[in-house]
Structures are given as C-alpha cells and as structure tokens.
C-alpha cells in the first residue's frame, strides 16, 4: 500500500499514513489524533539534484559523509 501525506484541517497536524488508493477516494482514512476524515492531501516539492562542476556531489552528504555516488 502507498504512503500519503495527509493533513488534517480540523486538529492541525499532519501524518505519513498507509493506506489503500480506494480508501482515500473514499474518504475512509480517519485522522489518528481527531478522528477526522476531512484529511487533505499534502504536495511536497521533491529534492533538487544539483548537476555541474561536482559530478559526484551528494545532496545528502551531511548523512552519508560525501562518499556515495546516488546523485551522478
């Protein structure tokens, strides 16, 4: 089952939460702190892979210490 960011407008949070496509056209997916199903669906922008000078740079170097080679 996909995972989907939901926000929840009634209780201001928002979670990661698993869930079949069905069900979230369906509006059976409730909020686990309110209990809502008023959850929207929350659209976030996908990490920005720098390429140029670098070749290898790693967006993530921070976590993984600059020696991988997952951005080139």
Do not use: W
């Not at 995972?3 to 069900?23: F, G, Q, R, V």
């Not at 509006?27 to 140029?52: E, H, W, Y």
Request: aromatic content about 6%.
């Amino acid at each position: 089952m996909p995972y989907y960011d939901l926000y929840c407008p009634s209780c201001k949070t928002e979670h990661n939460i698993s869930a079949t496509m069905a069900d979230k056209h369906a509006k059976k997916i409730v909020c686990p702190d309110c209990g809502s199903r008023d959850l929207k669906t929350v659209f976030k922008q996908p990490p920005a892979v720098i390429k140029g000078a670098k070749e290898n740079f790693c967006p993530n170097s921070h976590v993984c210490g600059a020696g991988c080679r997952h951005a080139g």
